[in-house]
């Protein structure tokens, strides 16, 4: 490790190999020579920013005194409670970020004082997460960078260094499961599996450095943010203003906050279904619940009956384009009829299931007219090779008499 930071150091300008903060910490041992080479790929480096630009001092020096004099503004490592304060020197100061990247917000410092986390922090506990929590000191990189410890696909997985740790949640009386959750929920499983990088992580839903749960007049809003229409449809049904009332977190009291998994019919209806916990089986809410739940199933059976037809068409060499068409219209249908659950409206969940159910019907004919036009084929071809092989072998017997009567 040694070897490489000075191989790092005699890489860098001239004016950097001077820095005595660089040249003393990698020759003392192999975790100050470690801090160096990473410190050569951090992006304040990168920015042209020196170990003197955070903790103060003259890197001039080859005196550790002078060096490290408190009268040059030496600060040496932060406190926790000090952390915020000490990167805001730069980040909270528009003038100065300017310099270096003029699109970065310089609110995060303001924003962290908000959050669960600063709040805390205020409040005396320093096992709480600071900027260096989050952003590793000495090997920052870009949100961009795939290698960032704040990269979309990664910030599970760093929130999870203390929000998976049993004990360090235990003594905050929080659940240490919600990453776990949330990795095996479907937006865990697009980001991570799939790595569909527009799916949540952990911050799009309870943010950056202004960190906090959404709460309960909240949470709507948060889940709203992608799920746009299911938001609409639920603030106007006839169901938002009793749950607000009861106190219910919206979304999450059928979904959960972490563990969402993907939806089908069968919350609906049945003893088993979410609206069982709180309806009984004869009141007309389960009614209307059972009522969303056929329009659904209805709607998918005709979608998989026209799948089906189409791909045994499609088996026959029959072109299907037209009917893949109006098959593609009806599973756009059938998902907006699964936003419309929102609504609790048969009605309104009906006219668009309805809409995707003419469309798998015109899939459906087309796939078996175009099946009854390939066994029309057969049956052509049948006919024409029997009426050309009959010819054929009469005209052979008529050539043969013909040559027989010579």
Same mark, same amino acid.
């Given at each position: ?102 699109? !970065? $917000?310089?609110?995060?410092? =303001?924003? #962290?004082?908000? +959050?669960? @986390? /600063?709040?805390? %922090? ?51 009386? !929080? $659940?240490?499961?919600?990453? =776990?959750? #949330?990795?095996? +929920?479907? @937006? /865990?499983?697009? %980001? ?57 977190? =919206? ?156």
């Amino acid at each position: 490790m040694k070897l490489l930071a000075a191989l790092l150091l005699a890489a860098a300008p001239a004016a950097r190999a001077a820095d005595s903060c660089v040249s003393c910490h990698a020759a003392l041992d192999e975790r100050n020579a470690a801090v160096i080479g990473s410190f050569a790929r951090d992006i304040h480096r990168e920015k042209g920013l020196s170990c003197a630009a955070c903790h103060g001092g003259d890197p001039t020096k080859e005196d550790m005194a002078e060096a490290m004099d408190p009268a040059k503004g030496f600060a040496g490592k932060p406190e926790p409670a000090q952390m915020s304060q000490f990167c805001g020197k730069c980040h909270s100061d528009p003038k100065y970020m300017r310099r270096y990247n003029p699109s !970065l $917000p310089t609110d995060q410092a =303001a924003k #962290y004082a908000t +959050s669960n @986390h /600063g709040l805390r %922090l205020k409040a005396g506990d320093t096992d709480v997460a600071t900027c260096a929590s989050c952003h590793p000191a000495h090997s920052i990189r870009p949100p961009k960078d795939p290698t960032s410890s704040v990269y979309v696909k990664n910030v599970p997985d760093t929130c999870a260094r203390c929000h998976a740790d049993s004990k360090k949640m235990a003594a905050h009386k !929080l $659940p240490a499961t919600v990453v =776990a959750e #949330y990795k095996d +929920s479907v @937006h /865990g499983k697009a %980001l991570l599996g799939r790595g569909d990088t527009a799916a949540p992580a952990c911050n799009t839903c309870h943010g950056n450095h202004g960190a906090a749960p959404p709460g309960v007049a909240g949470i709507g809003q948060v889940c709203g943010m992608c799920h746009v229409n299911n938001m609409e449809f639920f603030k106007n049904s006839p169901m938002s203003k009793p749950w607000a009332k009861a106190g219910f977190h =919206a979304c999450a009291t059928c979904h959960t906050a972490h563990a969402v998994q993907k939806p089908t019919s069968a919350l609906l209806a049945g003893d088993a279904a979410l609206c069982a916990r709180c309806h009984a089986s004869s009141s007309k809410p389960r009614a209307v619940a059972a009522a969303l739940k056929a329009e659904l199933d209805t709607g998918e059976s005709s979608y998989r009956a026209a799948e089906a037809a189409i791909a045994q068409a499609e088996e026959k060499g029959m072109d299907m384009a037209d009917a893949r068409d109006a098959l593609d219209g009806a599973r756009t249908s059938m998902y907006q009829a699964r936003t419309a659950v929102h609504t609790f409206s048969p009605e309104a969940v009906a006219k668009v299931a309805g809409e995707g159910k003419a469309a798998s019907g015109k899939a459906l004919q087309a796939a078996q007219d175009a099946v009854k036009d390939f066994r029309d084929r057969r049956v052509g071809l049948g006919l024409s090779t029997f009426v050309i092989a009959f010819l054929a072998g009469a005209l052979y017997l008529k050539v043969r008499d013909l040559e027989s009567g010579e």
